[in-house]
């Protein structure tokens, strides 16, 4: 069964800082890799989707990169801001269209 | 606007009453998804709709139950057989395939009283 963790659950950065948020995935035969945004009572916004023939994906501030190989996705959030500050979730797909979540990392953007 | 709507926002059930969370999209997708997310744990699956009139369990099916006589529609009923149903809801949809890139409604938080 394929299990997503990611490390760590929390992180608080000073307001300017890049950000680097870490996915790793124990099954590479995923169809995808999705970042989401999460904040506090709400529900969840989509934030990049790496197809798995794709290495990277790019929005704005937003880099994320895939190495199945290694069963590794990093989320990169270029020059940090207060609104950055959020809970970023990565889910990973399997053939059958389901998504499997880690536990998402805490992410605090101090001015 | 397209999207997924969730409704209600905030429900309390008692205990031994069942309740239905509702879920509608209008984005045209084919597969439909229910989520539990509880306090520091990541999202995990009830059920999952990938076709109009089919369903299949998910990792956590015990004590939910759902149907999918619509596209755009994909219920969910918490029953008292579930023994800790206090939790945030979240419901899904994504276009079958390959490129199946999901979004997500707002969610519904059911609290037992």
């Known amino acids: 069964k394929q299990e997503v963790t990611q490390i760590p659950a929390a992180l608080s950065v000073p307001e300017g800082e890049n950000l680097v948020l870490n996915c790793s995935f124990t099954?590479?035969?995923?169809?995808?890799l999705q970042w989401f945004r999460q904040d506090p009572g709400k529900g969840l916004t989509s934030l990049l989707l790496?197809?798995?023939?794709?290495r990277e994906q790019t929005s704005g501030r937003l880099n994320a990169s895939l190495d199945k190989s290694s069963g590794r996705s990093t989320l990169y959030i270029a020059a940090s801001q207060p609104g950055d500050s959020a809970t970023y979730l990565c889910?990973?797909?399997?053939?059958?269209?389901?998504?499997?979540f880690g536990a998402g990392t805490q992410v605090v953007v101090t001015p | 606007d397209g999207g997924i709507t969730q409704s209600p926002k905030y429900l309390f059930r008692k205990e031994g009453q069942n309740v239905t969370l509702s879920c509608e999209q209008n984005l045209n997708h084919d597969a439909m998804y229910w989520y539990r997310q509880d306090p520091g744990q990541g999202l995990r699956l009830i059920y999952y709709?990938?076709?109009?009139?089919?369903?299949q369990k998910g990792d956590i099916a015990e004590g939910y139950s759902v149907s999918r006589e619509k596209k755009e529609s994909f219920p969910l009923t918490v029953t008292s057989a579930q023994k800790n149903p206090t939790a945030f809801y979240l419901c899904a949809s994504s276009i079958s395939g390959e490129v199946t890139e999901a979004f997500f409604g707002q969610g519904t938080r059911l609290t037992v009283v």
């Open positions: 889910a990973a797909t399997d053939s059958w269209g389901k998504f499997q």
């Open positions: 790496i197809q798995s023939s794709q």
């Open positions: 709709s990938q076709i109009v009139n089919d369903f």
């Open positions: 099954d590479s035969a995923i169809y995808n």
